[in-house]
């Protein structure tokens, strides 16, 4: 009989991560793919198809937990993603949770706390002494995602636009954008609608530019700073918001590609007023510990600290985008 294997899912809405993963906890297999947030990706669910089926008769895998964005939200949606998973893997015991309760579970091991999510969408995330679950933000880019990459993104072409025009002081950032999307500086109005009017995936190319802003931030420039600046007091604002959930002196950590920049996350810490705990396991971790309890192993330090090592850098990662 084949060991027994676990398979999380990690979707959000720039990327999905698919990884298989042994009773040690040692990551054997990763496949990369494009976002499959159902809120704004009409072929989210051949996206995530596409990378689950090279699992499908995968010998001894015996869970499955898909940490999906919008799922537990929106009722028709989740209904959609059910069926998804469920179609794929019919016999395998499955489970299904929001992208960011999973991500909480990874980053505090299960244990209380506040997780401050920030990636192309924004939400935070706490977890009581009682097991009590509260979430606050998370409202998609139209409405909120304060704080967010995409967030980022979209005020940053918003400042260019008012420094070309001359509307705002001066910004490294616009001949840092305009080079990087490779339009000629003497027609940025036809340029930038160009580049606009033809994106095939916009949340994600928008929320891309974020690392642009840091890119510039870093060398001092006041525009770019101010934007991440303004990022942290929105994300600050969900801290405020959801603290009360969990006890005064509840650690808080952090998710999400916006947290690359340093510069976002130290004005956080500022805001906050301590600095933020380092995440037991990345997010894929979440959803690869809810399969391991759905079978009973036996979890310990050796178990999570195997997922961490592995989870970033082991395995063999296929289908890279």
Not at 146 to 158: F, K, V
Not at 221 to 248: N, S, V
Not at 294 to 310: C, R
Request: charged fraction near 20%; hydrophobic fraction near 40%.
């Amino acid at each position: 009989m084949s060991e027994e294997l676990i398979l999380g899912i990690d979707g959000g809405g720039s990327k999905v991560l698919v990884t298989l993963a042994d009773k040690s906890g040692r990551i054997i297999r990763s496949r990369r793919g494009r976002g499959v947030n159902p809120m704004d990706n009409p072929d989210w669910q051949q996206e995530l198809e596409q990378h689950l089926l090279p699992f499908r008769n995968e010998p001894g895998l015996a869970a499955v937990v898909a940490a999906l964005p919008a799922y537990g939200e929106v009722a028709r949606l989740s209904k959609l993603q059910r069926d998804a998973i469920g179609r794929v893997f019919p016999e395998v015991k499955h489970q299904i949770l929001n992208d960011v309760d999973a991500a909480h579970l990874g980053a505090f091991a299960g244990q209380p706390g506040i997780l401050i999510l920030s990636g192309t969408g924004s939400m935070a995330w706490a977890r009581n002494a009682n097991g009590q679950s509260a979430r606050t933000g998370g409202w998609g880019d139209i409405i909120g995602d304060e704080g967010s990459s995409h967030w980022i993104g979209r005020r940053a072409l918003n400042l260019v636009s008012q420094s070309l025009d001359k509307r705002a002081p001066a910004t490294a950032l616009a001949r840092t954008m305009l080079d990087h999307l490779g339009i000629d500086a003497a027609d940025p109005m036809n340029g930038l609608g160009d580049w606009v009017s033809s994106l095939s995936n916009p949340r994600a190319d928008i929320a891309a530019i974020s690392s642009l802003v840091d890119q510039v931030a870093q060398g001092g420039d006041e525009g770019a700073t101010g934007l991440l600046e303004q990022a942290a007091d929105e994300l600050a604002k969900h801290h405020r918001a959801i603290a009360d959930h969990c006890d005064p002196d509840a650690p808080w950590t952090y998710a999400g590609g916006t947290f690359s920049s340093l510069i976002l996350l130290k004005a956080l810490e500022s805001r906050i007023g301590r600095p933020a705990g380092f995440p037991k396991l990345p997010p894929i971790g979440g959803p690869l510990l809810v399969a391991a309890k759905l079978l009973d192993w036996p979890l310990n330090d050796g178990w999570f600290g195997q997922v961490a090592a592995t989870a970033d850098g082991g395995g063999t990662l296929q289908g890279k985008n």
